[in-house]
C-alpha cells in the first residue's frame, strides 16, 4: 500500500457524511443536533499562519498547500462547498454578470427606471486647497460679546470662557473669519454692498457679477430676434443637473455654450466632472424648444445716464464696462477684511472658503483655540477675565478678598461665614440655611401656609358679628405702642370713610408699661411673608457681595470664596 493511498483511506473513514440525510451543509459548528451532544468548535489550526494560506482571504480550489488543513481535504475529495456551488447557480451567475436572481446591478443599485437611485443627483463638492501668504483668525462676533457681558452683569455670575466657547461655536453666525494678508500673499477684494462677498483676484470678482443680487442696479437685460442656427441637428445636449439645454453636439457654438453654463452656475466643479453630467436627448420636441431659445439673443444695456444707447452683446463686454465704471464702487481691496462664518460658499473665493472651513472645523474640536481672542474681545467690553482652578472666566468683577478692618452687615457676615464653611454647595442651600424655607405647594395649586390669625372686624363684617354666636377670639392681640397708635388715629381721622357700628372687640390685658387703651390692632404678618422677606435681603446681599468680588457665583449657583479668603 502506498502512503498516497493510506491518506486516501484515513480521509474516507473520518469523514462524516451523517449531514447529507438532511441537507445540512454548513460547518460543522454550526449544524443543529437532533442529540443533546454540544456542536464542536471550529478547527483554525491551519489559519494561524498567513503565509501558508497565501495573500487572499480564500485560496483557489485545489490548491496543493492547503491539503493537509481540514479545508484542503474537503476541496481534494470534492467536498460539500463545491458541490454546493454545482447546485445553485445564482452565485456564480452573478460573479461572471449574469441574472441569477440578482436584484442588483454592478455598484449596488437596484435596477429599474424612475427609481430614486435613477434620479440625477449632485455630485459631492470638492474643498479646494487654502489660499497662501494668508493669515487667518476667528473671532466672535461683537453684538454677541455685548449680550455676553450684559447677561454676566445683570446675574452677578461667574462663567467659563471654555463653555462660552462653545457657544460661539454652537453657530455659524456667531463668529467673523479675519483673513490679513502676509507679505507676498494675494490681495483681498471685497464687496461694500450686502453680501460681502471676498476675492483674490479681480477676475473673480468680475465673474461674481453675473450672480451678484445687484446686478440689475447698473444693467438692464433685453431680448432681440435673431436668425435660429441652421442644420441638421437630431440630438440635444442638456445638463441633468440643472435641466438647461445646451445645444446640439454638432453646432458650431456648442463648446462655448458649456463653458458659459459651467462657469455661471457649477464654477465649484471641475470641467471633466461637469462634463460627465451633460446627456443627449434625441427628441424633435427637445429640439424645437433649442431652436426657438436659440433664436432670441440676450443684450444688456448700462443703467446709468451717460450710457446713451450702448448695447453690450455679450458677457465680456458687460464684464468691460463694468471694470471701467463700476468696480471701485462696489469693490474695496485692502489688507484685511471680515467674513462672517455663515456667509454663502458663492460669495467667497474657493480659497478663502477652505479657510473658513478648516479652521472652522478645527476650532469646533477644540474650543480653547478661542479663548485668547474671547479675552480681547471681553476685554473691549470692559469685562475682567481671571483664571479659576487652571481655566480662564469672566463676571461682574475680579475675585478679592474684604479688606481686613472692614465692617460689614449682619447679613453679609453671615453670607460670607456660611462660603467659608461650605464652599462648592449651591445658592438654594444657602438661602434655605440662613432664610427658612417657604411653605411648599400643595398637589392643587394653593400653598400650604399657617392658619392665619382671625383678622380685626370690618364694617363689612359687622352684620355677621352680631348675628354669630358668642366665639372666643384670637389668644393674642398685638398691642400697639402709645405713639403708633397715635398715628393710626391720625389716619383714621384723615380718611373718608362713613362710620359704621362695629360692636367693640375685648383687647388683652395690657402688660406693664404699656397704655390700658388700644384705639386699632396692627395686623400680623405671616410667617411665609416674614421667610420670603428675609430671602429677599440676601439675595440683594449676595449680588453685592458678586459685585464686590467677595465671593464668586458661577453658572451652576455654586458659590465659592477667593482662594486666598479661603486660606485665610
Known amino acids: 500500500m502506498t502512503e498516497e493511498t493510506s491518506k486516501q483511506d484515513s480521509f474516507d473513514d473520518n469523514l462524516d457524511l451523517s449531514g447529507l440525510t438532511d441537507f445540512q451543509f454548513g460547518p460543522a459548528w454550526a449544524r443543529q443536533r437532533e442529540t443533546g451532544d454540544k456542536p464542536r468548535r471550529a478547527d483554525f489550526s491551519s489559519f494561524r499562519n498567513r503565509e501558508e494560506r497565501g495573500s487572499g482571504r480564500f485560496r483557489k480550489e485545489g490548491s496543493a498547500e492547503r491539503a493537509g488543513g481540514r479545508g484542503g481535504e474537503r476541496r481534494q475529495g470534492q467536498g460539500f462547498r463545491g458541490e454546493r456551488r454545482d447546485r445553485t447557480t445564482?452565485?456564480?451567475?452573478?460573479?461572471?454578470?449574469?441574472?441569477?436572481?440578482?436584484?442588483?446591478?454592478?455598484?449596488?443599485?437596484?435596477q429599474g427606471?424612475?427609481?430614486?437611485?435613477?434620479?440625477?443627483?449632485?455630485?459631492?463638492?470638492?474643498?479646494?486647497?487654502?489660499?497662501?501668504?494668508?493669515?487667518?483668525?476667528?473671532?466672535p462676533v461683537d453684538v454677541l460679546l455685548a449680550v455676553w457681558a450684559a447677561e454676566v452683569n445683570k446675574h452677578k455670575r461667574a462663567v467659563s470662557l471654555f463653555d462660552f466657547a462653545k457657544v460661539v461655536m454652537g453657530g455659524r453666525d456667531r463668529y467673523d473669519l479675519v483673513y490679513m494678508k502676509r507679505e507676498g500673499g494675494p490681495q483681498l477684494i471685497q464687496s461694500k454692498k450686502e453680501d460681502r462677498s471676498c476675492w483674490i483676484s479681480r477676475e473673480e470678482a468680475?465673474?461674481?457679477?453675473?450672480?451678484a443680487p445687484w446686478f440689475n442696479e447698473f444693467y438692464r437685460t433685453e431680448e432681440e430676434p435673431v436668425d435660429p442656427p441652421k442644420g441638421d441637428f437630431q440630438g440635444i445636449a442638456k445638463c441633468r443637473l440643472s435641466g438647461d439645454l445646451i445645444g446640439p453636439v454638432n453646432w458650431h457654438g456648442y463648446q462655448a455654450a458649456v463653458a458659459a453654463l459651467h462657469r455661471d452656475k457649477f464654477s465649484n466643479m471641475s470641467v471633466d466632472d461637469f462634463r460627465r453630467t451633460i446627456e443627449i436627448v434625441k427628441d424633435e420636441e427637445v429640439v424645437q424648444k433649442w431652436l426657438?431659445?436659440?433664436?432670441?439673443?440676450?443684450?444688456?444695456?448700462?443703467?446709468?445716464?451717460?450710457?446713451?444707447?450702448?448695447?453690450?452683446?455679450?458677457?465680456?463686454?458687460?464684464?468691460?464696462?463694468?471694470?471701467?465704471?463700476?468696480?471701485?464702487?462696489?469693490?474695496?481691496?485692502?489688507?484685511?477684511?471680515?467674513?462672517?462664518?455663515?456667509?454663502?460658499?458663492?460669495?467667497?473665493?474657493?480659497?478663502?472658503?477652505?479657510?473658513?472651513?478648516?479652521?472652522?472645523?478645527?476650532?469646533?474640536?477644540?474650543?480653547?483655540?478661542?479663548?485668547?481672542?474671547?479675552?480681547?474681545?471681553?476685554?473691549?467690553?470692559?469685562?475682567?477675565?481671571?483664571?479659576?482652578?487652571?481655566?480662564?472666566h469672566t463676571g461682574p468683577s475680579r475675585p478679592r478678598t474684604v479688606p481686613s478692618g472692614t465692617v460689614l452687615a449682619d447679613n453679609m457676615t453671615a453670607i460670607l461665614n456660611w462660603v467659608r464653611e461650605?464652599?462648592?454647595?449651591?445658592?438654594?442651600?444657602?438661602?434655605?440655611?440662613?432664610?427658612?424655607?417657604?411653605?411648599?405647594?400643595?398637589?392643587?395649586?394653593?400653598?400650604?401656609?399657617?392658619?392665619?390669625?382671625?383678622?380685626?372686624?370690618?364694617?363689612?363684617?359687622?352684620?355677621?358679628?352680631?348675628?354669630?354666636?358668642?366665639?372666643?377670639?384670637?389668644?393674642?392681640?398685638?398691642?400697639?405702642?402709645?405713639?403708633?397708635?397715635?398715628?393710626?388715629?391720625?389716619?383714621?381721622?384723615?380718611?373718608?370713610?362713613?362710620?359704621?357700628?362695629?360692636?367693640?372687640?375685648?383687647?388683652?390685658?395690657?402688660?406693664?408699661?404699656?397704655?390700658?387703651?388700644?384705639?386699632?390692632?396692627?395686623?400680623?404678618?405671616?410667617?411665609?411673608?416674614?421667610?420670603?422677606?428675609?430671602?429677599?435681603?440676601?439675595?440683594r446681599d449676595i449680588l453685592w457681595l458678586c459685585e464686590q468680588g467677595y465671593i464668586l457665583v458661577f453658572a451652576d449657583r455654586t458659590v465659592f470664596l477667593p482662594k486666598s479668603s479661603v486660606e485665610a
Open 292 to 392: 426657438a431659445e436659440a433664436s432670441r439673443r440676450i443684450v444688456w444695456k448700462p443703467v446709468r445716464e451717460d450710457a446713451g444707447d450702448v448695447i453690450l452683446a455679450d458677457r465680456a463686454a458687460v464684464e468691460k464696462d463694468f471694470s471701467d465704471h463700476h468696480f471701485d464702487e462696489v469693490y474695496l481691496v485692502g489688507d484685511k477684511v471680515f467674513v462672517n462664518g455663515a456667509a454663502d460658499r458663492k460669495h467667497l473665493s474657493p480659497g478663502l472658503w477652505a479657510h473658513l472651513v478648516k479652521l472652522a472645523d478645527v476650532t469646533r474640536k477644540h474650543p480653547s483655540m478661542l479663548i485668547p481672542n474671547l479675552c480681547h474681545g471681553l476685554a473691549r467690553h470692559h469685562m475682567p477675565i481671571f483664571k479659576w482652578n487652571n481655566g480662564h
Open 90 to 110: 445564482g452565485r456564480d451567475d452573478r460573479r461572471e454578470g449574469g441574472q441569477g436572481g440578482n436584484r442588483f446591478r454592478q455598484g449596488g443599485r437596484p
Open 422 to 539: 461650605h464652599a462648592g454647595q449651591g445658592v438654594d442651600v444657602m438661602l434655605n440655611e440662613l432664610g427658612g424655607v417657604l411653605p411648599k405647594v400643595s398637589e392643587e395649586g394653593a400653598r400650604e401656609a399657617p392658619v392665619p390669625v382671625d383678622p380685626a372686624p370690618t364694617a363689612s363684617d359687622a352684620g355677621d358679628l352680631e348675628s354669630a354666636s358668642a366665639e372666643p377670639m384670637a389668644d393674642e392681640v398685638v398691642v400697639p405702642s402709645e405713639e403708633k397708635a397715635e398715628e393710626i388715629t391720625a389716619v383714621e381721622t384723615e380718611s373718608p370713610v362713613t362710620e359704621v357700628a362695629v360692636e367693640p372687640v375685648p383687647a388683652a390685658v395690657p402688660s406693664e408699661g404699656e397704655p390700658a387703651e388700644v384705639k386699632a390692632a396692627v395686623p400680623v404678618v405671616s410667617e411665609e411673608d416674614l421667610i420670603r422677606n428675609r430671602r429677599q435681603e440676601l439675595v
Open 113 to 139: 427606471k424612475g427609481g430614486r437611485f435613477d434620479r440625477p443627483r449632485q455630485p459631492r463638492e470638492e474643498l479646494a486647497e487654502p489660499t497662501p501668504g494668508l493669515r487667518v483668525e476667528l473671532r
Open 206 to 211: 468680475l465673474r461674481f457679477l453675473w450672480g
